[in-house]
T-cell receptor
Framework: SQELEQSPQSLIVQEGKNLTINCTSS?????LYWYKQKYGEGLIFLMM?????EEKSHEKITAKLDEKKQQSSLHITASQPSHAGIYLC??????????FGTGTRLKVLA | EAQVTQNPRYLITVTGKKLTVTCSQN?????MSWYRQDPGLGLRQIYY???????DKGDVPEGYKVSRKEKRNFPLILESPSPNQTSLYFC??????????FGPGTRLTVL
């Protein structure tokens, strides 16, 4: 079965610093989703990537899907305390089934 | 406002006492799903439904039941809850092959 591994598991950065979170799949990705979760709350959709080499940006967050479609990265530029939370990658594991990575906990120090 | 609602948000119960967590969406989505989130294990899919009267097992279906009699509702039923079902539960919905919209979560404790 397909698995998603995220790294790092946790990250503490100073406000204003850039950071990158990675999501590696054991199989080819056909749809990769990034979500953000505030502690104990629901997930908020950030971006969806489907094509190899695709890159999307929203405000200070950029996500990429590599050409081989087995890894995605999420990059935050000039981090702010509002970026703190848990970032999860998710994928279509098979028809109608979804899998998620275990998440990356981000803390931004003001 | 487009949303997924879950009730209750918090529940403390005892082993063996049947319970239902309701989930409702107002976006006319065909696809709905239930997940549980546990520390170190991430988000795992329990059951999903592709449309009314069509449901299937996810990765961790043991001890749970679901039904999809109406498009907007997808309740999660625990017939005989056990302590290992203590978890944070999320319901989600989507239209085909698009991002999922998640509910606010239900924190369940089984004593």
């Amino acid at each position: 079965s397909q698995e998603l591994e995220q790294s790092p598991q946790s990250l503490i950065v100073q406000e204003g610093k850039n950071l990158t979170i990675n999501c590696t799949s054991s199989k080819t990705l056909y749809g990769l989703y990034w979500y953000k979760q505030k502690y104990g709350e629901g997930l908020i959709f950030l971006m969806m990537l489907q094509k190899g080499g695709e890159e999307k940006s929203h405000e200070k967050i950029t996500a990429k899907l590599d050409e081989k479609k087995q890894q995605s990265s999420l990059h935050i530029t000039a981090s702010q305390p509002s970026h703190a939370g848990i970032y999860l990658c998710g994928a279509d594991g098979s028809t109608y089934k979804y899998i998620f990575g275990t998440g990356t906990r981000l803390k931004v120090l003001a | 406002e487009a949303q997924v609602t879950q009730n209750p948000r918090y529940l403390i119960t005892v082993t063996g006492k049947k319970l239902t967590v309701t989930c409702s969406q107002n976006m006319n989505h065909e696809y709905m799903s239930w997940y549980r989130q546990d520390p170190g294990l991430g988000l795992r899919q329990i059951y999903y439904s592709m449309n009314v009267e069509v449901t299937d097992k996810g990765d961790v279906p043991e001890g749970y039941k679901v039904s999809r009699k109406e498009k907007r509702n997808f309740p999660l039923i625990l017939e005989s809850p056990s302590p290992n079902q203590t978890s944070l539960y999320f319901c989600a919905s989507s239209s085909s092959y698009n991002e999922q919209f998640f509910g606010p979560g239900t924190r369940l404790t089984v004593l």
